[in-house]
């Protein structure tokens, strides 16, 4: 199904009679916002699915590899930006794989990995150092951060720090792996759920759209006790 046709969908719905006294036009924008946030519940829930059974590849049906360029390697370390921000999930899972792009010289294409990257966090290199764990281990690394390099509309928000990154041969660009928000496909680029989990999807926007807050009363008891 694509995210045109889940649009058509749930516009249908506030359209017909099913809706009772919701009936009524809704902008494709508003849906879209709506489809973005039960998109998120619906790929947390897999992520939760996965975390009690031990096994992640469903979300892998959700991502794509996007090439990206190394830039300005110092050393062992360098960074690069990400294509958008990455979905938010628990354990940084939101990146499923980082490996380093190598073309082949005879067929001119990425062929596979020579180096795969292992995710770390942000206070990691000191412990490490300590550890003399760079000392043992060559296998670059990756950590998350919000750009403060590329800052401003339609730039991109958040990049990558490699970290333990081999003298020679350079790595001048990598793949990587993300899991892809809705908000990143095109309206009629198919969209990966697994079974049965349109209507689960459908049905969690319809009823974000239609739950009624309740009335603030709060302020309405203040002025009557201040009258009285």
């Known amino acids: 199904m694509t995210k045109q046709h889940l ?3 749930i516009a249908d719905w506030f ?13 494709p924008e508003i849906i879209k916002t709506h489809i973005g946030n039960a998109f998120n519940t ?15 590849s469903q979300l892998d049906a959700w991502s794509r590899t996007y090439e990206v360029t190394v830039q300005d390697q110092c ?6 930006f990400l294509p958008f921000a990455p979905v938010q999930l628990p354990d940084g899972m ?25 995710p770390i966090e942000a ?22 951060e919000q750009s403060n390099l590329s800052t401003g509309e339609g730039e991109e928000s958040h990049m990558l720090w490699l970290e333990n990154l081999p003298l020679s041969p350079l790595i001048n660009t990598v793949d990587i792996l993300m899991v892809v928000p809705i908000s990143e496909l095109g309206d009629y680029d198919e969209v990966v759920i697994p079974q049965g989990g349109e209507d689960m999807l459908v049905r969690g926007v319809i009823d974000i759209m239609t739950k009624k807050q309740k009335p603030d009363t709060l ?8 009258i009285q």
């Open 15 to 27: 359209a017909s009679d099913l809706a009772g006294d919701m009936k009524s036009v809704v902008h």
């Open 75 to 80: 050393g062992k370390r360098a960074y690069c």
């Open 123 to 144: 206070t990691a290199n000191a412990i490490f150092d300590e550890l003399e764990v760079s000392d043992m281990d060559n296998m670059p690394t990756f950590r998350l």
């Open 219 to 226: 302020n309405d008891m203040n002025a009557q006790q201040n």
């Open 94 to 118: 939101g990146i499923r794989q980082i490996r380093s792009h190598w073309a082949c010289p005879v067929y001119g294409q990425a062929i596979g990995a020579e180096w795969l990257f292992a």
């Open 42 to 56: 619906l790929i947390y829930n897999t992520w939760l699915t996965g975390k009690k059974f031990g096994e992640f």
């Open 7 to 9: 649009i058509e969908a």
